[in-house]
């Protein structure tokens, strides 16, 4: 039995942008742009910086990417000891391979390539032939390179920084050592060449950025900044003499040349380092990385020469902590960095930020820090979201929940920013034994136009979103809360009649909506983790304390099935669009889908990392997941969207196959190219009999195209009955005959032939094949499996054309014992019916005249009797069960 898994198979990666890499950029000359590139994992994107929109991922690399460079052409990207040469971002063009230690420096050196491991052996390739053109090894304990550059009009020439805080400037044709720099007693973080012929940039590790000129080993300016080690350099390239320097504490600080001065301060340009900075060639523009997961653009064109965000591509810099689809492709991803994010599934030019959680928005802007990731007015990350479609363009339609608060914030889809209201019941600022009571569920109603909150206290309040005043609270006779536990799981169904409640007591309480009193109680057997809701519906999936899952009718107030306990505690569960799967991801980094009629296991796999959370689209063509210590959100295709997939119980200790999460490239289900051999039934599929029982009325496998509209062919015809009938052009000989004269004349008279051409008489038979099939006697399953065979238009000719031949009826007869051979055995029960239609409505006053066809419709008549009674008598009995199942 295969271990993988049959329903979902990887997709993509969304919410990537940049890692600790640093960005390189190129110039295209035919798109007369430059781009961008970043690195994220095993993959790096290509952004243009006209538009700023991604316009390509690479192929995946068989590790993390540890360095990256780009040349006019191509771009190179080092994972682990091998190297790649990338032609247009996609196209693997050229490989190197010889290093034993992974690569962490790359240098485009015109025709070559230079490369330094992390043992400190620096290669040279030759790009075209990919050969190794010259090997220096250095000593890592004297000489640790940390840093590289080709200083302009050197030929030949590279210089290395060390981590010991000494440069060389080293001959790489002849291989020789030209000069040693002594250093300034600080490691060498970064080398960066300045506009000037001679001088360069060094970045320490102690903050310092030293402005030097090689050819005469002379310190032309000493800077130092105050957040440490300088993690890059980049100098203005459009006239202004300005040089831009990064730092561990996520600031750009924009220095001044001519002045030797400090000029501008981005501050907080970056949750995390800024480990790339770039300027754009003759354009007052610089781009920025970090860690944090974010592309930022910057232009200097303010009065007083500063810098502002111009552009910005990013994701969360932390993990997500709740993800839900917004739309059938927009998924609402909140991040442990208090954003609010919406990220497309099919570009990334939808993306869109609704910014982060705060406290005070006004206060907040006016913030000289509001960048700073532990800022004083962000409020805790978003741990839950109710979000209708309602009312979005009337008011908020978004409520959030938020880590160890009470407070629930309002945000709205249609403004793509973070609402006015703060919804918080005045018993947890005036009761002191409330004030360290949080938020622990959140539920919006269908209408849009109420939310209701469970909080860890046991109460349960009413809002409504428009103005954010308090409606309702949902309490035990005598004023008691609603729970004597935390409020989990909150749910209403779609009329806003009853709500539902589960609670850490271990009690589901059924409210009514309006006046707040309870309406009865289910007790479980554990406490309630939490509810997950399919609205299509009025089914709630409630998972316990001990792992169990109980799936609730909200219509009937009963557990209508329970699901076997899980191995791990249970982290997320989803419902699929038509109740018919559960869905559940567990700390153990499995996945597991339920069938909820039958409570069995039929699919489960697992992943490198346990999932946080899941949902499904609208369609449930994709299923994302957020994983644990993970930036993204991983997309998973679902196959039995568009194609047959078996399924057959598990056993619940199946141990799974382990599926990589999606790469960042899309990748392509191959599901329309599968070959004849995957398409046959495997010994583990189930292979459904032909007929279940010969008590037992069996429909055809026929598609109902080729017999529902047989009867209505005539109505058909009469609707696309052209209006003028279609006119044949005239033919016309190949060669076209000229009459003899002086004059160029086409001779148009017709032909001999053409004349003396009459109508050719064919002996043409008027029994039809059905007809001629019936009078040699064929076996009845030869004849069933002929009339399947058959479309509508000819089945009904066939029929028709039954007794043509004459006054004999015996063709007729003989069909109507194939229709009660068809009857009698139980199978293709609605093709018989047809059958039966037709030969009433072609011969029907014939088959009353003749006195044995009327007798063979009599025995039609009883066997059609006998079936309808049987078949009605199970109709009702099912129906009487519903309905007495549906009072309980």
Same mark, same amino acid.
């Given at each position: 039995m295969s271990t993988a898994s049959k329903i979902f198979v990887p997709n993509r990666a969304l919410g990537f942008v940049s890692n600790h890499i640093p960005l390189e950029t190129r110039y295209i000359e035919r798109r007369k742009e430059s781009v961008i590139v970043t690195c994220v994992g095993r993959h790096f994107h290509t952004y243009g910086a006209f538009h700023f929109t991604l316009l390509n991922i690479s192929g995946e690399h068989k590790e993390d990417i540890t360095a990256?460079?780009?040349?006019?052409?191509?771009?190179?990207?080092?994972?682990?000891?091998?190297?790649?040469?990338?032609?247009?971002?996609?196209?693997?063009?050229?490989?190197?391979?010889?290093?034993?230690?992974?690569?962490?420096?790359?240098?485009?050196? %015109?025709?070559?390539?230079?490369?330094?491991?992390? %043992?400190?052996?620096?290669? /040279?390739?030759?790009?075209?032939?990919?050969?190794?053109?010259?090997?220096? !090894?250095?000593?890592?304990? +004297?000489?640790?390179?940390?840093?590289? $550059?080709?200083?302009?009009?050197?030929?030949?020439?590279?210089?290395?920084?060390?981590?010991?805080?000494?440069?060389?400037?080293?001959?790489?044709?002849?291989?020789?050592?030209?000069?040693?720099?002594? %250093?300034?007693?600080?490691?060498?973080? /970064?080398? #960066?060449?300045?506009?000037?012929? &001679?001088? /360069?940039?060094?970045?320490?590790v102690d903050g310092r950025i030293i402005v030097h000129n090689l050819k005469f080993d002379h310190t032309v300016i000493d800077f130092a900044q105050d957040w440490g080690q300088v993690t890059s350099i980049s100098f203005r390239k459009d006239g202004?003499?300005?040089?831009?320097?990064?730092?561990?504490?996520?600031?750009?600080? /924009?220095?001044?040349?001519?002045?030797?001065?400090?000029?501008d301060q981005i501050w907080n340009a970056h949750y995390g380092p800024v480990t790339g900075l770039k300027c754009l060639p003759s354009e007052p523009l610089l781009l920025s990385s970090s860690p944090d997961n974010s592309l930022k653009m910057w232009v200097f064109d303010m009065a007083d020469g500063g810098g502002r965000l111009l552009k910005i591509r990013e994701g969360h810099s932390l993990p997500p902590t709740y993800i839900s689809f917004r739309q059938r492709d927009q998924i609402f991803v909140a991040g442990a960095d208090s954003t609010l994010k919406v990220f497309s599934t099919v570009t990334e030019t939808k993306n869109h930020s609704y910014g982060r959680a705060v406290h005070n928005k006004k206060a907040f802007k006016r913030m000289k820090n509001k960048r700073s990731p532990d800022a004083p007015l962000v409020m805790p990350p978003i @741990?839950?979201?109710?979000?209708?479609?309602?009312?979005?363009?009337?008011? &908020?339609?978004?409520?959030?929940?938020?880590?160890?608060?009470?407070?629930?914030?309002?945000?709205?889809?249609?403004?793509?920013? @973070?609402? &006015?209201?703060?919804?918080?019941?005045s018993r947890f600022k005036e009761n002191p034994a409330f004030h360290s009571a949080v938020a622990s569920s959140v539920c919006l109603t269908l209408c849009g136009n109420f939310v209701l909150i469970g909080y860890s206290s046991g109460h349960v309040d009413?809002?409504?979103?428009?103005?954010?005043?308090?409606?309702? #609270?949902?309490?035990?006779?005598?004023?008691?809360?609603?729970?004597?536990?935390?409020?989990?799981?909150?749910?209403?169904? %779609?009329? *806003?009649q009853t709500v539902l409640t589960g609670g850490a007591d271990a009690y589901v309480r059924f409210w009514n909506?309006?006046?707040?009193?309870?309406?009865?109680?289910?007790?479980?057997?554990?406490?309630?983790?939490?509810?997950? !809701? *399919?609205? *299509? =519906? +009025?089914?709630?999936?409630?998972?316990?304390?001990?792992?169990?899952?109980?799936?609730? &009718? @909200?219509?009937?107030?009963?557990?209508?099935?329970?699901?076997?306990?899980?191995h791990s505690r249970l982290t997320s569960m989803v419902f699929s669009q038509d109740a018919r799967w559960i869905l559940t991801s567990t700390t153990d980094c499995k996945i597991r889908t339920w069938d909820v009629p039958s409570a069995n296991l039929i699919d489960i796999f697992q992943v490198p990392l346990p999932v946080t959370r899941m949902a499904l689209n609208p369609t449930g063509e994709i299923l994302a997941t957020a994983h644990a210590d993970s930036l993204g959100v991983?997309?998973?295709?679902?196959?039995?969207?568009?194609?047959h997939v078996s399924l057959r119980p598990l056993p619940l200790d199946f141990e799974p196959?382990?599926?990589?999460?999606?790469?960042?490239?899309?990748?392509?289900? #191959?599901?329309?190219?599968?070959?004849?051999?995957? $398409?046959?039934? =495997?010994?583990?599929?189930?292979?459904?009999?032909? !007929?279940?029982?010969?008590?037992?009325?069996?429909?055809?496998?026929?598609?109902?195209?080729?017999?529902?509209?047989?009867?209505?062919?005539?109505?058909?015809r009469r609707r696309n009955k052209p209006k003028e009938a279609p006119k044949a052009p005239i033919a016309a000989p190949f060669f076209l005959p000229t009459i003899p004269s002086l004059e160029y004349k086409f001779d148009l008279r017709p032909t001999l032939d053409e004349q003396q051409q009459e109508p050719a008489l064919k002996a043409v038979s008027d029994l039809s094949r059905l007809a001629k099939m019936l009078s040699e006697a064929q076996n009845e399953e030869s004849l069933v499996a002929f009339l399947k065979t058959l479309g509508p238009s000819t089945l009904d000719s066939e029929v028709l054309n039954l007794t043509s031949s004459g006054e004999s009826v015996e063709p007729l007869n003989k069909f109507l014992d194939l229709v009660l051979f068809v009857m009698n055995r139980k199978k293709e029960f609605e093709l018989s019916q047809m059958y039966l239609a037709l030969v009433l409505k072609h011969h029907g006053d014939q088959c009353i005249v003749?006195?044995?066809?009327?007798?063979?419709?009599?025995?039609?008549?009883?066997?059609?009797?006998?079936?309808?009674?049987?078949l009605e008598k199970h109709i009702l009995y099912c129906k009487s069960v519903v309905h007495a199942l549906k009072r309980l």
């Amino acid at each position: 039995m295969s271990t993988a898994s049959k329903i979902f198979v990887p997709n993509r990666a969304l919410g990537f942008v940049s890692n600790h890499i640093p960005l390189e950029t190129r110039y295209i000359e035919r798109r007369k742009e430059s781009v961008i590139v970043t690195c994220v994992g095993r993959h790096f994107h290509t952004y243009g910086a006209f538009h700023f929109t991604l316009l390509n991922i690479s192929g995946e690399h068989k590790e993390d990417i540890t360095a990256l460079a780009c040349d006019k052409y191509q771009v190179f990207s080092a994972a682990g000891n091998e190297i790649l040469a990338w032609r247009g971002g996609t196209h693997i063009k050229h490989k190197y391979l010889g290093h034993n230690l992974p690569v962490h420096l790359l240098l485009p050196f %015109g025709a070559h390539l230079v490369s330094v491991d992390e %043992g400190s052996c620096l290669k /040279v390739w030759h790009v075209d032939a990919e050969e190794l053109y010259t090997e220096v !090894q250095f000593d890592p304990a +004297s000489f640790e390179v940390s840093a590289l $550059m080709h200083p302009y009009t050197y030929t030949n020439k590279v210089l290395l920084g060390s981590r010991q805080g000494s440069l060389q400037l080293w001959n790489l044709h002849s291989r020789k050592l030209i000069f040693e720099f002594s %250093g300034w007693g600080s490691g060498v973080s /970064v080398i #960066e060449q300045a506009p000037v012929q &001679d001088v /360069v940039a060094i970045g320490l590790v102690d903050g310092r950025i030293i402005v030097h000129n090689l050819k005469f080993d002379h310190t032309v300016i000493d800077f130092a900044q105050d957040w440490g080690q300088v993690t890059s350099i980049s100098f203005r390239k459009d006239g202004p003499p300005l040089m831009c320097s990064g730092t561990n504490a996520g600031h750009i600080i /924009v220095w001044d040349l001519e002045k030797k001065e400090n000029v501008d301060q981005i501050w907080n340009a970056h949750y995390g380092p800024v480990t790339g900075l770039k300027c754009l060639p003759s354009e007052p523009l610089l781009l920025s990385s970090s860690p944090d997961n974010s592309l930022k653009m910057w232009v200097f064109d303010m009065a007083d020469g500063g810098g502002r965000l111009l552009k910005i591509r990013e994701g969360h810099s932390l993990p997500p902590t709740y993800i839900s689809f917004r739309q059938r492709d927009q998924i609402f991803v909140a991040g442990a960095d208090s954003t609010l994010k919406v990220f497309s599934t099919v570009t990334e030019t939808k993306n869109h930020s609704y910014g982060r959680a705060v406290h005070n928005k006004k206060a907040f802007k006016r913030m000289k820090n509001k960048r700073s990731p532990d800022a004083p007015l962000v409020m805790p990350p978003i @741990m839950e979201l109710a979000y209708e479609t309602t009312r979005e363009k009337d008011w &908020d339609n978004i409520c959030a929940l938020h880590r160890g608060l009470a407070e629930v914030t309002t945000w709205s889809s249609d403004k793509g920013c @973070m609402g &006015d209201h703060k919804l918080l019941h005045s018993r947890f600022k005036e009761n002191p034994a409330f004030h360290s009571a949080v938020a622990s569920s959140v539920c919006l109603t269908l209408c849009g136009n109420f939310v209701l909150i469970g909080y860890s206290s046991g109460h349960v309040d009413r809002f409504n979103v428009q103005s954010g005043a308090h409606r309702c #609270e949902y309490k035990l006779p005598k004023g008691k809360p609603a729970h004597k536990g935390a409020v989990r799981g909150i749910a209403t169904e %779609g009329l *806003n009649q009853t709500v539902l409640t589960g609670g850490a007591d271990a009690y589901v309480r059924f409210w009514n909506f309006s006046e707040g009193k309870t309406l009865g109680k289910l007790p479980l057997k554990q406490a309630v983790a939490f509810f997950c !809701q *399919n609205k *299509n =519906s +009025s089914l709630i999936g409630v998972a316990l304390d001990d792992n169990a899952v109980c799936v609730l &009718d @909200m219509h009937s107030k009963n557990i209508i099935r329970r699901l076997p306990n899980h191995h791990s505690r249970l982290t997320s569960m989803v419902f699929s669009q038509d109740a018919r799967w559960i869905l559940t991801s567990t700390t153990d980094c499995k996945i597991r889908t339920w069938d909820v009629p039958s409570a069995n296991l039929i699919d489960i796999f697992q992943v490198p990392l346990p999932v946080t959370r899941m949902a499904l689209n609208p369609t449930g063509e994709i299923l994302a997941t957020a994983h644990a210590d993970s930036l993204g959100v991983y997309l998973w295709f679902n196959k039995a969207i568009h194609m047959h997939v078996s399924l057959r119980p598990l056993p619940l200790d199946f141990e799974p196959e382990l599926l990589e999460l999606p790469s960042q490239g899309f990748n392509e289900v #191959e599901i329309l190219d599968t070959n004849l051999e995957e $398409m046959e039934l =495997s010994e583990d599929m189930y292979q459904s009999p032909e !007929q279940i029982s010969e008590e037992l009325i069996t429909m055809s496998t026929l598609s109902t195209a080729r017999w529902v509209n047989v009867l209505d062919l005539d109505v058909i015809r009469r609707r696309n009955k052209p209006k003028e009938a279609p006119k044949a052009p005239i033919a016309a000989p190949f060669f076209l005959p000229t009459i003899p004269s002086l004059e160029y004349k086409f001779d148009l008279r017709p032909t001999l032939d053409e004349q003396q051409q009459e109508p050719a008489l064919k002996a043409v038979s008027d029994l039809s094949r059905l007809a001629k099939m019936l009078s040699e006697a064929q076996n009845e399953e030869s004849l069933v499996a002929f009339l399947k065979t058959l479309g509508p238009s000819t089945l009904d000719s066939e029929v028709l054309n039954l007794t043509s031949s004459g006054e004999s009826v015996e063709p007729l007869n003989k069909f109507l014992d194939l229709v009660l051979f068809v009857m009698n055995r139980k199978k293709e029960f609605e093709l018989s019916q047809m059958y039966l239609a037709l030969v009433l409505k072609h011969h029907g006053d014939q088959c009353i005249v003749d006195t044995a066809l009327a007798a063979k419709l009599e025995s039609v008549k009883e066997i059609q009797k006998t079936e309808w009674s049987s078949l009605e008598k199970h109709i009702l009995y099912c129906k009487s069960v519903v309905h007495a199942l549906k009072r309980l």
